[in-house]
């Protein structure tokens, strides 16, 4: 994301794919007459938005998936009535243009429309090598990779040199970014993937690659022979069963999900309910790895400034790269959704916006 001046709005509405209901691939709908962003503090900026990348959260949130939670975001003091977010942008990965960096940031996500606001901490230079179409492709992935391993995982450039490190579904958009960003701090990395993915990952740096359609994948991992200092799951459900017994006892490893039911209970329950539960969840777990001598986490995205320049320094110094699967024009965003649902993603989906 590079910032440089931006184009001077003169018109009230714009260009936007918006949802009116949440549902599946029908809700999509494109409009010319979207409401024009307004900035509500002092501190956030209306940009100019060239590509936006699309995660599988997006395809999630157009069917209602964490909207107690992102209400809660928007209006912190419920004083909007239900489904007052409608009609509602879509999108969280942009490369832009701004006029200058905020100090803050926005309350609202959207980005697959020509104009959004965006704040400090989901803002970088754009990488100079990088097309805006690559540049949309990092920022998401990258920042929840760096949340997960650096903030949870305690990675850093001078210990992960000496980490044996496991990636559970290593070829989509997380995964493959998890795998440049380990290696280029040294560590060695086994990766579960399917037999049609593995050249990528290998191609992206992976000492190890496990095919999952193979066998049991658990007896696959313990016939390596070693154990793992931290394992990143991107997959979830029963691989947390067995995946954190790969880890190293009393040793401090950790297992790291990033599949959490935290959104799920909250529009299930409420706010209050909903993070009582997940609170309830979060302990047990912990509880029940810690007596086996490992560390039970959740990983999250979060927003950090400071961790994309850190990315955008390993881009120039050609350590990582995007890696884009699928491209769609502004006018195939359902099109670029149904990508997403299909699975298997190889990569990053990329919406070219101007």
Not at 91 to 111: A, F, H, K, L, Q
Not at 150 to 155: A, Q
Not at 205 to 219: I, L, N, Q, R
Request: hydrophobic content about 40%.
């Amino acid at each position: 994301r590079r910032l440089f001046s931006a184009s001077r709005r003169c018109s009230s509405t714009m260009p936007a794919w918006v949802i009116d209901k949440y549902g599946n691939n029908d809700v999509l709908r494109f409009t010319k007459n979207a409401s024009f962003p307004v900035i509500s503090y002092p501190n956030e900026v209306i940009v100019k938005v060239f590509a936006a990348g699309l995660n599988p959260i997006d395809v999630a949130m157009r069917g209602g998936y964490g909207a107690a939670t992102f209400s809660m975001q928007r209006d912190p003091l419920n004083i909007t009535q239900s489904g007052s977010e409608f009609p509602l942008v879509l999108g969280r990965d942009v490369s832009i243009r701004i006029p200058e960096p905020p100090s803050d940031p926005p309350t609202s996500p959207g980005n697959i429309s020509i104009f959004a606001i965006e704040g400090s901490t989901l803002v970088s230079h754009k990488p100079k090598s990088m097309s805006h179409t690559e540049a949309a492709a990092i920022p998401y992935v990258a920042t929840t990779v760096w949340s997960a391993l650096v903030n949870t995982g305690g990675l850093t450039k001078e210990n992960c040199g000496t980490k044996r490190i496991l990636i559970l579904g290593g070829s989509g958009g997380v995964g493959t970014f998890a795998i440049q960003f380990l290696k280029a701090w040294g560590a060695h990395v086994t990766v579960t993937c399917s037999h049609n993915a593995q050249h990528l990952v290998r191609a992206l740096g992976a000492d190890c690659v496990v095919d999952y359609t193979a066998g049991p994948v658990k007896e696959l991992l313990e016939a390596l022979g070693w154990k793992f200092d931290l394992i990143l799951d991107n997959v979830g459900g029963e691989t947390e069963c067995w995946a954190p017994s790969l880890l190293q006892p009393w040793r401090g490893s950790k297992y790291i999900t990033l599949v959490t039911p935290f959104l799920q209970n909250t529009d299930m329950l409420g706010i209050a309910d909903g993070m009582v539960k997940t609170a309830a969840s979060l302990a047990a777990s912990v509880f029940r790895h810690m007596v086996k001598g490992v560390h039970y986490r959740w990983g999250f995205f979060a927003a950090s400034g400071p961790a994309l320049d850190e990315i955008r320094d390993m881009v120039h110094a050609r350590q990582v790269q995007a890696v884009v699967e699928d491209m769609f024009g502004f006018s195939q965003v359902p099109e670029a959704f149904q990508r997403i649902e299909k699975g298997h993603a190889r990569g990053k989906t990329v919406v070219q916006i101007s």
